[in-house]
């Protein structure tokens, strides 16, 4: 049986790509990396789901710090402050009821997004969360 060389030239660059994505850990390091170091060695992976559920359970403990271990290096300390801002008010509990009720919109392995519909005034409104996996296998927000 002849191989063509169409043939051959796919095989090589599917064994090449194999190699490439067991030399950089697995696929740890994604393209949406945030900085936080490379790839490799115990590689945690969580889901979007599971990021959303602990920011939730941060909120309702009222434990602003431990939600912010959820945000990208980029946006945590802005979001550290809104948080806090919003539980000075009192108002931490509610935000978490309106994120209890957030529904995947999207998702392609690399980003995410969720959305939250919030009633005011007699109008729905709907938010967006935007997430990313990071260059450790961890989903995190990016945009709330």
């Known amino acids: 049986m002849k191989i063509s060389i169409h043939s051959k030239i796919l095989l090589l660059i599917s064994i090449f790509l194999v190699i490439i994505f067991i030399s950089c850990g697995g696929g740890g390091g994604g393209l949406m990396g945030d900085g936080e170091g490379g790839g490799g ?5 969580s889901t979007p789901q599971e990021t959303v559920d602990k920011v939730i359970s941060s909120l309702f403990a009222n434990d602003v ?3 912010m271990d959820n945000f990208s290096d980029i946006t945590r300390e802005k979001y ?3 948080l806090i801002d919003i539980q000075n ?3 931490l509990s509610k935000l978490a009821e309106e994120l209890d009720g957030a529904f995947l919109r999207e998702e ?3 980003t995410a997004k969720y959305g939250v519909i919030r009633e005011k005034d007699g ?4 938010y967006e969360i935007y ?3 990071d260059s450790n296998g961890e989903w995190r927000i990016r945009h709330l």
Do not use: C, H, T, V
């Open 41 to 45: 060695g115990d590689i945690e992976i």
């Open 65 to 67: 710090d431990s939600a």
């Open 80 to 82: 550290r402050q809104m």
């Open 89 to 91: 008010q009192g108002r």
């Open 108 to 110: 392609n392995g690399f």
């Open 123 to 126: 109008k729905f409104f709907l």
């Open 131 to 133: 997430m990313y996996k």
